[in-house]
């Protein structure tokens, strides 16, 4: 996977073979653990055009509330 993005303890911002990106995001605080959000359409668009703008708030909305983001 290439990294386009990251902040170390927060966010990882990677592009599969596929094209695909997918947002890894640390959780937690006692207990830290990674969440994987492959980017949606939209989220994709967001970050095509605002770059690292985006993608950091998006970062904070999972690690904020990971649960939301599990099943995707």
Request: proline share 3%; with cysteine.
């Amino acid at each position: 996977m290439k990294v386009l993005a990251q902040e170390l303890g927060l966010f990882m911002l990677g592009e599969k073979s596929d094209g695909e990106l997918l947002l890894e995001v640390e959780c937690g605080t006692t207990a830290v653990f990674t969440v994987a959000v492959k980017l949606n359409d939209e989220e994709r668009l967001g970050y095509e055009s605002g770059g690292v703008d985006f993608i950091k708030p998006l970062a904070w909305k999972v690690h904020d509330r990971p649960d939301d983001y599990l099943r995707r």
